[in-house]
């Protein structure tokens, strides 16, 4: 039962264009949701996140849109840079911090 | 500034073995968790605590064995190592329960033979 799917296994970008990366979820009851990003070698850092009463969170480069009625949450990175090039994981809660993950994109961004 | 150290960041271990991943953080979180990840999978809740002496079973617990004796230590127990047990083990924290993201370790990238 996979309430988080990132459908797309990986996704290739031009250095300087948007990288968009969806997120669907299953469960109505999610009210939080985040983005990871990890390097290979080491832990899934924090990125943006966004709580269910917004529907759009900024931060610098990172946006993060959530659209409730479709269960669905993107991040858009806008320029994209080399630097960005990991695996991103989509993740959500309910009350609490007991987190679900997705399995994850693999961004590159070629330069 | 650690952060969250795991320790050992690589280890084999023969089936029937058993061995403990340590985890532990700086930060005075009450909230500690373990993770495993499998290829092509996202991060399944193994263990996760709620402070010193609180655990509680997370999605994928058989197996593994948890204790917080401190706020800032969650070692978790493998008893006897199997195959399926073959994973990157993520420990994680953080300070509150709700709307605050969960800070990780560099994982334990675990081999069963």
């Known amino acids: 039962d996979q309430q988080v799917k990132q459908n797309s296994p990986s996704l290739s970008v031009q250095e300087g264009r948007i990288s968009i990366l969806n997120c669907d979820y299953t469960n109505s009851m999610f009210d939080y949701f985040l983005w990871y990003k990890k390097y290979p070698a080491e832990g899934p850092t924090f990125l943006i996140s966004i709580s269910s009463i917004k529907d759009k969170n900024e931060d610098g480069r990172f946006t993060v849109f959530l659209n409730k009625s479709a269960k669905h949450l993107s991040l858009h990175i806008v320029p994209s840079q080399p630097g960005d090039s990991a695996v991103y994981f989509c993740a959500a809660s309910k009350y609490g911090n007991k987190l679900v993950f997705g399995a994850g994109t693999i961004l590159r961004v070629k330069s | 500034n650690a952060g969250v150290t795991q320790t050992p960041k690589f280890r084999i271990l023969k089936i029937g073995q058993s061995m403990t991943l340590q985890c532990t953080q700086d930060?005075?979180?009450?909230?500690m968790y373990w993770y495993r990840q499998d290829p092509g999978m996202g991060l399944k809740l193994i263990y996760y605590s709620v402070g010193a002496g609180i655990t509680d079973k997370g999605e994928v617990p058989n197996g593994y064995n948890v204790s917080r004796s401190t706020t800032e230590d969650f070692p978790l127990r493998l008893e006897l190592a199997a195959p399926s047990q073959t994973s990157v083990y993520f420990c994680?924290?953080?300070?509150?329960?709700?709307?605050?993201?969960?800070?990780f370790g560099d994982g334990t990238r675990l081999s069963i033979l």
């Open positions: 994680a924290s953080s300070y509150t329960d709700r709307g605050g993201p969960q800070h």
């Open positions: 930060m005075n979180h009450n909230y």
